[in-house]
């Protein structure tokens, strides 16, 4: 399974190929790259991601919402 980075709204969404799933959104462009070269290398899981991976929780450290 690979995955892409795309820009969207001066966010940089990290995609899943396959099922076109975005598993990440990042502010900026370096650590989308870095999360994305990171799952094209194996950090993943093998094959689809789960929906439920990716939904939004609360960072209860910062006090916000956060997506994963």
Do not use: W
Not at 38 to 56: E, H
Not at 59 to 64: L, P, Q, V
Request: hydrophobic share 35%.
């Amino acid at each position: 399974m690979g995955y892409r980075v795309n820009e969207k709204k001066n966010l940089f969404e990290i995609i899943e190929k396959g099922s076109e799933l975005v598993v990440a959104t990042r502010k900026e462009k370096d650590e989308a790259v870095k999360l994305c070269r990171s799952l094209n290398l194996g950090s993943g899981f093998d094959g689809f991601t789960p929906p439920f991976f990716t939904l939004k929780y609360p960072d209860h450290a910062k006090g916000n919402a956060a997506q994963t």
